[in-house]
């Protein structure tokens, strides 16, 4: 094949460049530019609602904190209490298992949970029913935005 150049093509041909060469700029415009930027958008105001969120935690946690636990008294068990609040939020499909842990104390397992949805449970375990977090391994799954959790929680003595 000889020298190939856009001079020597036919008018028809030279036509069907432009055109095709203006085809796949359109192409990675609407294709892949345009979904890439709705995708930052989104991000940003994710970001951005995660942000105020964080403000609005940071005001509101030393009073949270120092008026201390609130408890309901409802004299159920410690797995009572933390098995139902996770299936109110939306948790109970994540529950692989719990098992006591020493005087007062419960491990948990959790798979595929949503992390906010998660951390929100946890926090209002605390603020409800004085149960805390002793200790906690919560790993990625690979999905975004879900863990899987080794949690034991714990009441303080009565």
Do not use: C, Y
């Not at 969120?53 to 410690?78: C, K, Y």
């Not at 298992?97 to 397992?109: I, K, Q, V």
């Not at 977090?133 to 929680?153: F, Q, R």
């Amino acid at each position: 094949m000889a020298g190939f150049s856009f001079n020597t093509m036919s008018e028809r041909e030279r036509r069907m460049v432009l055109f095709g060469g203006i085809a796949v700029v359109l192409l990675l415009a609407f294709g892949v530019i345009l979904p890439l930027d709705q995708k930052v958008v989104q991000a940003r105001k994710r970001l951005a609602q995660k942000t105020t969120d964080l403000a609005w935690m940071r005001e509101v946690g030393p009073e949270l904190a120092a008026s201390g636990p609130i408890r309901v008294a409802t004299g159920q068990s410690l797995l009572a209490i933390a098995d139902q609040s996770a299936r109110e939020s939306d948790l109970g499909s994540s529950i692989a298992g719990s098992d006591p842990s020493g005087t007062g104390g419960l491990r948990m397992r959790l798979e595929k949970a949503p992390f906010d949805t998660l951390v929100t449970w946890l926090a209002r375990l605390s603020t409800q029913n004085g149960v805390r977090v002793e200790s906690a391994t919560i790993d990625s799954t690979g999905t975004p935005g879900t863990v899987n959790a080794a949690i034991v929680l714990h009441t303080p003595p009565e």
